[in-house]
């Protein structure tokens, strides 16, 4: 504990109005001394016409102002770098869809700033997390939000049990209609301020034209399951399975008049393979396997009543789950799931309470290799 004769939690402020409602929540229960960090991750000199860090700590600091806290700041963008964007690139060129918000989380809000914040004396850290921490059976436990279109437990995953005991997630109750009517209860100027989209690092700017400055791409053909040649790509990397906006492929001789969909990537002969059914057997799977799991709380067993999701905001399907010993996981699903993407995380959940999850590293259908 502190000094100070209430529990100190030191908020993630990232000038937003999720952020802004969960320090105005903390402050307004009066339970707690209530103090933010701000926290710049990204060189301001790396972002020319997309950086918001200057706007956003100023709407971060007005709100704190408003209800009388410190705010502090601190730089984390050389352990971004390192920690998350450096692993994001590797990802990038080995051919996968990585997913860094998950590691932004793991190493940076629950990591860097963590550690940061302890050093500022916290007892405790919040967030604007729309997520729930339940602690009846004496250790943390990570449950979805009640707002399911909000619900961010999927990229707290991998987050460490002894980190979520001294995590606060004050919205994981309110819907994110609550959450701004609280913050023009509040008088908070940003109660209308637009929810921040896209990868956490990329923002709102165009993700090719950001890729082509760090990641070396090679043009190839865009060919069907059979090998006729429909168009061409501009680099592996820029494409993901299941992809359907953005393939440039126009009226093909032959070919009904549908969309096209992203099957495959193939590094062999650097080319892109698209067929024209969604639910076409290579992007459907009947099985995963997961690496470097990550369990919240103790390892468990073989797991049969689990639901399982493998990207933000799908609907978890049914399936069984396989822990294995070198940190594994072989999942088998009740009905074959679409676009299962290596890269991107397979996260298992118990009804709401949510168990952990690992990287998708291969993927296929009953009785077949993988799917690539």
């Known amino acids: 504990m502190t000094a100070s004769v209430k529990p100190r939690v030191i908020v993630g402020m990232s000038g937003g109005v999720d952020s802004s409602v969960t320090a105005a929540l903390l402050t307004q229960q009066q339970q707690y001394e209530v103090q933010g960090l701000f926290m ?6 790396d972002d020319s ?52 918000d998950v590691l932004c989380n793991r190493e940076i809000k629950f990591g860097a700033f963590h550690d940061y914040a302890q050093r500022l ?83 709102e700017r165009p993700f090719r034209e950001f890729l082509a400055n760090y990641v070396d791409v090679t043009p190839g053909q865009i060919v069907t ?3 006729q040649a429909v168009g061409s790509h501009i680099g592996l990397p820029f494409y993901t399975l299941g992809q359907r906006q953005g393939l440039g492929i126009g009226g093909v001789a032959g070919a009904a008049d549908a969309p096209w969909y992203v099957v495959a990537k193939r590094k062999k002969d650097n080319a892109l393979v698209v067929a024209q059914q969604r639910d076409h057997p290579l992007l459907m799977s009947d099985w995963l396997t997961a690496i470097d799991m990550h ?65 998708i590293a291969a993927q296929g259908t009953a009785g077949c290799g993988a799917a690539v």
Do not use: M
Not at 69 to 75: G, S, T, V
Not at 345 to 359: M, N, R
């Open 49 to 100: 016409a997309y950086c918001t860090a200057a706007d956003d700590f100023r709407d971060a600091a007005q709100v704190c102002e408003r209800l009388g806290i410190p705010l502090h700041r601190a730089d984390f963008a050389d352990q971004y770098r390192q920690q998350v964007f450096d692993l994001f690139l590797r990802d990038i060129k080995r051919g996968l869809t990585p997913n860094p």
């Open 40 to 45: 710049f991750n990204w060189d301001e000199q």
């Open 295 to 359: 369990w919240i709380n103790e390892r468990p067993g073989a797991l049969q009543a689990v639901h399982v999701a493998t990207r933000y905001r799908q609907q978890a399907a049914p399936a069984q789950v396989s822990p294995g010993a070198d940190g594994s996981c072989r999942i088998e699903f009740d009905q074959p799931q679409w676009a299962v993407t290596p890269g991107q995380y397979a996260v298992i959940y118990s009804g709401d309470h949510c168990l952990g999850g690992g990287i």
């Open 121 to 203: 004396g916290a007892d405790y850290i919040a967030t604007g997390h729309y997520a729930r921490i339940v602690r009846d059976t004496g250790s943390a436990q990570l449950y979805r939000g009640i707002d399911t279109n909000k619900d961010q437990s999927y990229f707290l995953h991998a987050v460490s049990e002894p980190a979520l005991a001294r995590s606060l997630f004050p919205l994981g109750e309110l819907t994110k209609t609550q959450v701004r009517d609280k913050a023009l209860e509040f008088g908070l100027h940003n109660f209308r301020k637009r929810d921040s989209t896209g990868i956490c690092f990329i923002g």
């Open 225 to 227: 399951t059979t090998g």
